[in-house]
């Protein structure tokens, strides 16, 4: 729910009330005397048909922001800002465009202990230049989960790379789109992956990786 857009919490709030219109009008059918004292427009047809007007529109909204409207990262820079870069070898690049890579040093533990020491704000200045780049990430698979066909979450097993102290680690969501969600369905939980994806989000409990590709093959344990 953090990564909804303003139409997703719209949608969101049409069904709940829908919901509650549904309920309401269960209670009223039980307390006619509460009914007679109710404005005429609750025994108007409008009042009737609104959960099913409401539920109409929730889902146009979400069609919508599925199918049509799927900028997610419209607070990430245009593509001019992969000026002067670092194009990585190792996966394909459908865009035939050039990725600028953060160093080796910034990773999920490095800005996770930038909230240590720094107010979320401060946080926000220093990595504002980091949104849009590029980071590299080897772990062990925890869980790939998918509502729809053409995107999926990915998260690793908590590590050194995120680990804050002995009983805190900093999440990390990594989220795939087609084509490259199809090969996420062959991997099983403990398979070792590297990854990269284009950093969208930095906030005090997560970051977020978008467009995410694996470019080293799965391998898994023997046992």
Not at 33 to 59: D, K, N, Q, Y
Not at 81 to 102: C, K, Y
Not at 166 to 184: A, E, H, I, Q, T
Not at 194 to 223: F, K, M, R, V, Y
Request: aromatic share 14%; net charge neutral.
């Amino acid at each position: 729910m953090r990564r909804w857009s303003f139409w997703e919490w719209v949608a969101y709030f049409a069904l709940l009330v829908g919901a509650l219109i549904m309920a309401a009008e269960t209670g009223f059918k039980t307390e006619p005397e509460v009914m007679e004292r109710l404005p005429a427009f609750f025994h108007s047809w409008l009042w009737g048909f609104s959960p099913a007007i409401l539920v109409i529109v929730a889902t146009i909204i979400l069609i919508l922001r599925e199918f049509v409207f799927t900028n997610r990262t419209a607070h990430e820079g245009p593509l001019a800002s992969f000026a002067q870069s670092i194009t990585s070898p190792e996966a394909p690049n459908p865009l035939n465009v050039a990725r600028v890579f953060v160093s080796d040093s910034i990773t999920p533990k490095y800005l996770a202990e930038l909230y240590n020491h720094n107010t979320a704000i401060q946080v926000n200045g220093i990595t504002r230049n980091y949104i849009g780049k590029w980071m590299r990430l080897s772990g062990i698979l925890s869980q790939v989960l998918s509502s729809v066909p053409t995107r999926a979450q990915l998260t690793f097993e908590n590590g050194d790379f995120n680990k804050v102290s002995d009983y805190n680690y900093y999440s990390v969501f990594m989220y795939f789109k087609s084509p490259f969600v199809d090969r996420l369905t062959t991997l099983r939980k403990g398979d070792s992956l590297t990854i990269i994806g284009q950093i969208s989000e930095i906030i005090p409990l997560a970051l977020s990786l978008d467009n995410c590709e694996i470019i080293l093959p799965p391998t898994t344990p023997t046992h």
